[in-house]
């Protein structure tokens, strides 16, 4: 299949998806599993590699910008904006690309090799929109507290560096978190993540809608979900840089 018809038949799913659902009541009854399911169960996840990350920023900005003329809180400024601006946004969504991602594709896909899509269709139910807006509006609610959640912990990684090692003072850490703090950073990230978010599920699930064969096909339908949506979202990020922060 071409790269014309594939987007196109992604787009003609969408429309499907964001249509009046057959019944609010089922969309609601959904809504509040998928919210467990795709955000609560992330926050594992988003807390180990958070941590981990602050934690060696912190270690990696202090051991190479040993320089008596940088002030010694430029380590907490520059892991503070590293984290707002690319980790807990773009490389935190790409991570969750592969987890969240790969958990749509196989599910829906699933669904569609045992014929449980087909049998939605044969009952009137429009099998798009009931299986997959609940997914995309859980996950899009979802992201930016995981994002903030993620910034927060990156920093207190960070702190912890400070407090256990002699590799710079927790009061010059938390000097450089606060300094010349910029705001928007943190409304930047956010807007990015709501991006991202309907880019993992979407994709995730268009792939996995479109499986057709057996238990191989659910798997590569994972594959190029995680694939494709990690490669839209990093497209996305360079266009989003170029317009909120030019």
Not at 153 to 181: E, H, K, N, R
Not at 182 to 190: L, Q, S
Request: aromatic content about 12%.
């Amino acid at each position: 299949m071409s790269w014309f018809q594939t987007t196109g038949r992604y787009f003609l799913l969408i429309q499907k998806v964001f249509k009046k659902p057959d019944s609010w009541k089922m969309f609601f009854r959904q809504f509040p599993k998928e919210l467990e399911s795709l955000g609560l169960n992330s926050l594992g996840i988003v807390i180990i590699i958070s941590i981990l990350i602050g934690a060696i920023m912190t270690i990696q900005t202090k051991l190479n910008t040993e320089n008596p003329l940088l002030p010694r809180y430029s380590t907490g400024l520059v892991t503070r904006d590293t984290l707002l601006l690319e980790f807990s946004s773009t490389i935190m969504c790409l991570i969750l690309a592969g987890k969240v991602g790969s958990n749509i594709a196989s599910e829906i896909g699933t669904m569609r090799i045992t014929e449980q899509i087909d049998a939605l269709e044969i009952m009137g139910v429009n099998s798009a929109n009931y299986l997959i807006l609940p997914k995309i509006v859980a996950f899009v609610v979802m992201m930016p507290f995981l994002v903030i959640f993620s910034m927060g912990i990156g920093l207190l990684g960070g702190l912890l560096v400070s407090v256990f090692t002699d590799i710079i003072t927790p009061s010059d850490y938390i000097y450089g978190i606060q300094y010349a703090f910029i705001p928007f950073y943190v409304t930047y990230a956010i807007v990015k993540s709501l991006f991202f978010a309907f880019i993992i599920t979407s994709v995730a699930a268009f792939y996995g809608y479109y499986a057709y064969g057996g238990a191989l096909e659910v798997g590569k339908a994972s594959t190029n979900a995680v694939v494709n949506s990690s490669i839209l979202i990093l497209l996305v990020n360079l266009a989003l840089t170029q317009i909120m922060l030019n």
